[in-house]
């Protein structure tokens, strides 16, 4: 899986859209150290987490563009993590990685993830797609109170930024 993971990269090197920043969550430390470097390859800046709990500690000190987790992990799983990043922030970004995606009937809608993506010979391609996905998706909007036109008065010049 490792040399088809690097392997991957030179293939999609061309496209690269951003510096953005990517936490990395998975218990096997090959996986972590083998998506880092695609991920990496393409631009990314990328923290990698060995466990849900550090991934936690984590995302409510630092600000990250997207998550990618892995499900299966001791003590608290993906689905879990994600749960708890969505309590803390309901925009976030998050992917979850499963080699068990259809045994275990996991899906956007179950897990609370933006994507799911089975671990397999494809999961590089999918996996730099969904990255780009999600990181291209507009922020989303806010609440007509507090857009241009709502009755509040707006001063300065600052946008809709992404977060």
Known sequence: MTAMLLCTVSQMKATQVSNATILLVDDNKDGLVVRRSLLEELGYHVEISANAEEALKLFSVSRFDLIVTDHKMPRMNGTELIERIRKLDPDARVILLSAFVEPMGLNEQNTGADSVIVKSAHE?????????RLLNRPA????????????????????????
């Open 124 to 132: 590089p391609v999918h996996l730099v797609r969904a990255v780009k």
């Open 140 to 163: 989303p909007k806010k609440p007509p109170g507090t857009q241009r036109g709502g009755g509040r008065v707006r001063t300065g010049t600052r946008g809709n930024l992404a977060h």
